[in-house]
C-alpha cells in the first residue's frame, strides 16, 4: 500500500492526511485543545463516538508488541520536508522556541505542559527528557486495541501523527507509561485528554476496553 502525505500548516500547527495509509483513510488532524466553555460541543461528540467503538476482546493471544513495530529507526519524515516529527510537535507545543543550526532541530524552548499545567524549560544540550512527545493513545495501548493487525506503513501513520502527539512534562510522560484512562488522568486538562483519545480511537477504530470506555465516559460527561 503506498503512502501519500500532505502537510497542511495552520497557525495552531499542522497536520497530516494521507490518503490510504490509515486504516480509516488517514488522521483527521485533530489537536489538543483546553478545556474552554466552547469546546462543549467537541466534548458531546466525541462522548458520543465512545460508543460506537468496539470493545477490545479479553484474552486473546496477540503477536508481541514492540516499539519498532510503529517507529521503526525512530520518528519519521513523512512529509518529507526535512524535519522530523519529534521536531515538528517540538515547534508546535512550546514556546520561546530556539533553533540549532538548522531551521527545523528545537534546541530550547518553554512548555506549558498540559498534563501537570506546570511551566518546564526544555534545552537540549543539559537535558532531552524535561520535555518528552507523548502519544495520547499509547502505542503499546493501540497495539492491543488493533493496530497489530495493520500494515507497517499504517502503524508509522499514526505513530506520527500530530493529532495523537503532544509536548509534555517528562515527568508526566513516565507516569503515565502505557496506562490508558480507566489507570491514569492528566491531573489537569482532563476533558481535553478524554476527547482527543476518543476522537484518535474513533478514527482509527481502536477497541476500547470497558474500564477505558467508563473511564472517559464518566469523564467526557461532566465536561
Known amino acids: 500500500m503506498g503512502l501519500v502525505g500532505l502537510l497542511a500548516t495552520t497557525i495552531l500547527g499542522y497536520r497530516l492526511f494521507f490518503d490510504d495509509a490509515a486504516p480509516n483513510g488517514g488522521p483527521t488532524g485533530s489537536t489538543w485543545s483546553a478545556d474552554a466553555p466552547d469546546a462543549s460541543g467537541r466534548y458531546a461528540a466525541a462522548l458520543a463516538s465512545l460508543e460506537t467503538l468496539p470493545s477490545a476482546a479479553a484474552g486473546d493471544a496477540l503477536p508481541a508488541y514492540s516499539r519498532t513495530e ?9 512529509d518529507r520536508d526535512g524535519c522530523y516529527t519529534r521536531n515538528e510537535i517540538l515547534r508546535r507545543d512550546l514556546i520561546e522556541v530556539g533553533y540549532g543550526d538548522g531551521w527545523c532541530e528545537v534546541t530550547t524552548g ?3 505542559d498540559p498534563y501537570t499545567g506546570e511551566t518546564v524549560s526544555f534545552d537540549k544540550a543539559t537535558s532531552t527528557t524535561s ?13 492491543r486495541a488493533g493496530a ?17 502527539l503532544l509536548a509534555v512534562a517528562g515527568s508526566a510522560n513516565q507516569s503515565k507509561g502505557d496506562l490508558g484512562p480507566a489507570d491514569w488522568l492528566p ?10 483519545w476518543a476522537e484518535v480511537a474513533a ?12 473511564a472517559l465516559r464518566h469523564t467526557l460527561s461532566t465536561c
Do not use: M
Not at 70 to 78: H, N, T
Not at 153 to 159: G, M, P, S, T, V
Open 70 to 78: 510503529f517507529l521503526p529507526g525512530g520518528w519519521a519524515d513523512l
Open 203 to 214: 478514527h482509527y477504530e481502536l477497541a476500547l476496553t470497558e474500564p477505558d470506555r467508563a
Open 187 to 196: 491531573a489537569v486538562g482532563q476533558c481535553g485528554y478524554a476527547a482527543t
Open 110 to 112: 518553554v512548555l506549558e
Open 131 to 143: 520535555v518528552q512527545i507523548d502519544h495520547v493513545i499509547p502505542l503499546a495501548s493501540a497495539w
Open 148 to 164: 497489530w493487525g495493520w500494515t507497517k506503513e499504517q502503524r508509522k501513520a499514526f505513530a506520527n501523527d500530530p493529532a495523537e
